[in-house]
């Protein structure tokens, strides 16, 4: 009786006043390693902007929820040089974390890839390099949807277990980098969301592997200036939401019979490539297009 008295007095007021989250702790001291592993040779402001303030969820490119955690990193274009630190895997509420736009050097720590907690992981248009790792764990619960690694310095085999793993996944972008071998299958696996890859500007070699085609939901499939070669594979063609295909600048060859099932497709860019085309509806959408003038 007195119990349910006192929650009703005191529910109001926690809905009036919602607790101001300010920085815990462990998190204000993680993303101060974070900022050690960045390389201060001028001045970016990022350091001074933190240092000054001891609540992290005042700093500049911080969001943090209303318990203090914090649940973004929003950096993109702020000169930031060095490494990208692995402690920020220890930040486990955070979701989105987006360092594009910088000259980040080093690798991409394998435990934000596979964090408990990113959904959204952009590091595009850095320096990082070396080699992706495979997952090495038989969880397959990542919360991963996005991840864009483009215009960096990877290189070696792109991972392919990894992704059957991932069952969030809705768009992987790394275009423009040196990554070698076969492009995976295995991006539908457990995803039933998965609607979007950009393999272009790589050295990606083999042929386009069935199993893309069962992406039901995939609507973006890019895959320019590689070396990929052979005919497109069948199924690819059962990727009935397909919109955009573009494969310019291959060795690829065939012929394309079922392409006409593709009804939602807008663009279409084989461009440079030996086809004998059977899909009348397509081939002229093709030639609207305008081909590979249309770029990657
Ligand atoms: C840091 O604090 C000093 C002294 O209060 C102030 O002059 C300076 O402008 C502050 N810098 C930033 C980036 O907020
Ligand atoms: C990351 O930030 C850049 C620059 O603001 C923006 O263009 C990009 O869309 C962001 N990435 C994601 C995945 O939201
Ligand atoms: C990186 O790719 C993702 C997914 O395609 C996209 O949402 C994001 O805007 C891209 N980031 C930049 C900086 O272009
Ligand atoms: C991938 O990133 C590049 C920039 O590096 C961008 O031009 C391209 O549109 C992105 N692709 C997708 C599918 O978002
Ligand atoms: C590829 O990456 C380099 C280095 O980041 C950049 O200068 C170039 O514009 C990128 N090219 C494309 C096609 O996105
Ligand atoms: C492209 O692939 C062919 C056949 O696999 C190979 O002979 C050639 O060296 C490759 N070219 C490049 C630029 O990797």
Not at 34 to 43: G, Q
Not at 220 to 240: Q, S
Not at 254 to 259: A, D, E, F, P, S
Not at 266 to 271: E, S, W
Request: aromatic share 8%.
């Amino acid at each position: 009786m007195n119990f349910f008295h006192l929650a009703l007095v005191l529910l109001p007021l926690s809905f009036i006043c919602p607790p101001v989250g300010s920085c815990i702790e462990q998190e204000r001291l993680t993303l101060l390693r974070f900022l050690a592993e960045l390389s201060p040779p001028h001045d970016n402001g990022l350091a001074a902007s933190w240092r000054n303030r001891t609540d992290c969820c005042t700093w500049e490119g911080i969001i943090c929820d209303v318990d203090g955690a914090v649940t973004e990193i929003l950096l993109a274009s702020r000169g930031l040089e060095g490494r990208i630190s692995s402690s920020l895997s220890e930040l486990t509420s955070l979701s989105r974390l987006n360092l594009s736009y910088n000259s980040l050097s080093g690798g991409l720590p394998p435990e934000l890839i596979f964090s408990g907690s990113i959904v959204v992981l952009d590091v595009s248009f850095n320096c990082l390099g070396g080699e992706l790792q495979e997952v090495d764990s038989s969880s397959s619960d990542w919360p991963l949807q996005v991840l864009n690694i483009s215009s960096n310095l990877f290189t070696g085999a792109f991972p392919s277990t990894t992704w059957e793993k991932m069952s969030n996944l809705v768009a992987i972008n790394a275009s423009n980098n040196s990554f070698t071998g076969h492009i995976p299958s295995s991006f539908c696996i457990s995803s039933l969301s998965f609607a979007a890859l950009d393999l272009c500007y790589n050295q990606f070699s083999g042929e386009i592997p069935a199993g893309i085609g069962k992406c039901s939901a995939l609507r973006m499939l890019k895959a320019g200036h590689n070396n990929i070669t052979g005919a497109l594979p069948d199924d690819l063609f059962h990727a009935t939401s397909l919109e955009y295909l573009s494969f310019p600048n291959n060795g690829l060859q065939g012929t394309i019979k079922l392409v006409i099932k593709l009804s939602n497709l807008v663009f279409l860019d084989l461009g440079g490539e030996q086809f004998q085309w059977q899909g009348p509806r397509i081939y002229r959408r093709a030639q609207e297009t305008g081909g590979a003038s249309h770029g990657p």
